[in-house]
């Protein structure tokens, strides 16, 4: 028989301490949803079933003792650290959901410059890393957007990826070595070492999880020379994306490995390079590292780019300037609340990827679909996009979007508008052979499609499921769909 509410919170106390467990309903709100629900959370608008407690997890042991609870009496737990999820991964589904806090596992535990890497506990906000590792002369080379608020639990959990990818990878190619708990307790520890060949690479069971298998505790990331004295932006306007897939496509198979290289299409480099861009698409590189290194690279880019003549080049300080300034932590998401309160403006991304034979097709399409068929395309006040992580074989598309929310109660507003446009841009990336996910992860939103984005390979995704999370306990709804 499952347990009441009351008795969950008070068998929770009794396994972590009273001061533990909060259930307090505010708290509860805020933590039954992520920013996919940001609309309705700024009108005060709670929808789903709120969780029964918080747990505000202090070590390892307490994280296995409070899943094998869960696991024996059948609880959902959903994993959280910084809770910048976009796409619905924190949203309890399920009544009486427990939400397992992991940011006060907020320890480095170690910077090895012999071995160039650093450990840092799961609830580790990834700034805070990073500016240790600074003051040492090292970096993670991990930077995405949300640094100042993602923290290194939810960052693998989510196959996160930063801004200078195209040099230093995504979150998977840095991560060495985990520990993780899964829901029967079992803590388990992946060894760090370089490289291994014995038998599949583990790591991946657990990198990418969205909290669906299991609860990441610790985890080891490679460290890099950090040297930003050496750093080179490069700045060019051109008229069309194709021309701009091109060059990015040409930059990648050549060899060249810029820390960031972006195009923009012309609504969305309008929106952001607002003092330059003169309604034309923009394309962005940097280089950086060892000196040497750092100018062969910017030479290269410089020579390629020269074959298009339509690529206008532009000051380089104006985009050291743009890159400055783009990190959200917590001011601007409190600021981007009194903006949507007032305007009634909602700005939504959704990410996907594919390769260099399809990436523009997917792009022109979207946008058209976009514009054609969905239902309120007159509410929308921007429709664009960028690719901002290439790669030798494709690259990502980085959809972006802002509607005046019109004519519907906050509750109602990501059926009226943003589920209606993900399923424009999801269904469209699919059927050209992309991937509907690049970086946010699958959360609870694109979970209708993960059969269809995985093929027979969901075979694999689903014998995880059932060998790790056999009760279901882990994330309800998240990355697997909830089978009627
Ligand atoms: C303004 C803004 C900019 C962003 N920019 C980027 C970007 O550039 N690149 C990018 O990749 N993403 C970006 N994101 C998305 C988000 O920041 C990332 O997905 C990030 O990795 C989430 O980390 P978090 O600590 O906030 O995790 P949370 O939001 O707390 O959780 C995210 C998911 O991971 C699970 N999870 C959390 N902790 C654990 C754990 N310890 N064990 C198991 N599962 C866990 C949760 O259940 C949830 O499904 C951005 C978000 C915002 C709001």
């Given at each position: 028989m499952s347990l009441t509410r009351e008795a969950i919170v008070e068998q929770l106390k009794e396994i972590v301490s009273p001061g533990r467990v909060i259930t307090d309903e505010k708290v509860l709100q805020k933590n039954s949803v992520d920013r996919f629900r940001k609309y309705a959370d700024i009108h005060g608008v709670f929808p789903l079933p709120l969780p029964a407690a918080v747990v505000m997890?202090?070590?390892t042991q307490q994280v296995s003792a409070v899943l094998a609870f869960c696991n024996r009496h059948g609880i959902n737990c959903v994993p959280r650290t910084g809770a910048s999820?976009?796409?619905?991964?924190l949203e309890t589904v399920v009544e009486n959901s427990v939400v397992l806090d992991g940011s006060g596992l907020n320890r480095v535990l170690s910077i090895d410059p012999q071995n160039m890497q650093a450990t840092a506990q799961c609830g580790v906000p990834l700034e805070v890393l990073e500016n240790k590792l600074r003051a040492q002369g090292y970096t993670t080379g991990h930077s995405p957007q949300s640094k100042?608020?993602?923290?290194m639990g939810g960052l693998v959990a989510t196959r996160s990826i930063g801004q200078f990818s195209t040099l230093y990878g995504a979150i998977e190619d840095m991560v060495v070595g985990l520990e993780a708990v899964f829901p029967d307790g079992t803590v388990t520890r992946i060894k760090n070492v370089p490289r291994r060949a014995a038998g599949p690479d583990i790591r991946h069971v657990i990198i990418g999880n969205e909290g669906a298998l299991c609860f990441i505790t610790e985890v080891t990331v490679k460290i890099f020379k950090f040297m930003p004295e050496n750093n080179l932006y490069y700045g060019y306007i051109l008229d069309d994306m194709k021309t701009g897939f091109e060059v990015l496509r040409e930059v990648m198979v050549e060899g060249y490995r810029p820390s960031i290289a972006r195009l923009y299409d012309a609504e969305d480099g309008t929106q952001h390079f607002t003092h330059f861009a003169d309604g034309k698409c923009v394309m962005i590189f940097m280089a950086e590292g060892n000196k040497g290194i750092a100018r062969a690279t910017g030479d290269g880019i410089e020579a390629i780019v020269a074959r298009y003549p339509q690529c206008r080049k532009v000051?380089?300080?104006?985009?050291?300037?743009?890159?400055?300034?783009?990190?959200?932590?917590?001011d601007k998401v409190a600021a981007e609340r009194v903006q949507i309160q007032k305007t009634g403006n909602m700005g939504f991304t959704t990410e996907v990827s594919g390769e260099w034979s399809c990436i523009h097709a997917i792009y022109e399409n979207v946008i058209r679909r976009l514009r054609n068929e969905f239902p309120h395309a007159d509410d929308i006040t921007m429709l664009g996009g960028h690719s901002s992580h290439s790669y030798i074989n494709g690259t990502n598309m980085y959809f972006v979007y802002d509607y005046n929310v019109v004519d519907c109660k906050p509750e109602e507003e990501i059926e009226k508008y943003h589920n209606p446009i993900n399923k424009i841009i999801v269904e469209e990336t699919i059927r050209l052979g992309g991937s509907m996910v690049h970086h946010h992860g699958i959360g609870k939103h694109r979970t209708h499609w993960t059969k269809d984005e995985h093929g027979t390979a969901y075979y694999i995704l689903k014998g995880l499921k059932d060998v790790y999370d056999p009760k279901g306990i882990m994330n309800a709804g998240t990355i697997y769909p909830i089978e009627k």
């Open positions: 997890l202090e070590n999820a976009t796409e619905g991964g100042p608020l993602a923290q000051d380089s300080k104006l985009i050291e300037t743009w890159f400055n300034n783009l990190n959200w932590g917590p």
